[in-house]
């Protein structure tokens, strides 16, 4: 079992940075690979970045293109998104996942074993 906690979220203005944190229990961490996801109102879910699980293996969403860098720290059980240059556009509850193919975290629902419950991202123009 694994539980998924993030913070961070809040308010930003357009060009500026913010970093979100997830913060994972359970003894098995260091076996997921993790995700950042994000939903904005009135739309669907969309995939943000993936890390493998020793960090080495990252990949994003075209549409972040290179603004946002994802990364975790085993020793903490976390898994973090650094987020800069932000953009409007970038509003949207921000999810933290879990899944053991972190290869295929970034296809959709289908192999994420776990979700957080979101925080809340809004980058005022």
């Known amino acids: 079992q694994v539980q998924l906690v993030e913070s961070g979220g809040g308010l930003v203005q357009a060009g500026g940075s913010l970093r979100l944190s997830c913060a994972t229990s359970?003894?098995?961490?260091?076996?997921?690979?993790l995700a950042w996801y994000r939903q904005a109102l009135g739309k669907e879910r969309e995939f943000v970045a993936a890390i493998g699980w020793s960090g080495v293996s990252t990949w994003y969403a075209d549409s972040i293109e290179g603004r946002f860098t994802i990364s975790r720290d085993n020793a903490k059980n976390a898994v973090y998104l650094q987020m800069n240059n932000v953009k409007p556009e970038d509003t949207a509850v921000y999810y933290c996942?879990?899944?053991?193919?972190?290869?295929?975290?970034?296809?959709?629902?289908?192999?994420?074993?776990?979700w957080g419950q979101g925080t809340q991202v809004t980058v005022s123009s």
């Open positions: 359970g003894r098995t961490f260091a076996n997921y690979g």
């Open positions: 996942a879990a899944g053991r193919r972190p290869s295929r975290l970034r296809l959709g629902a289908s192999d994420i074993e776990y």
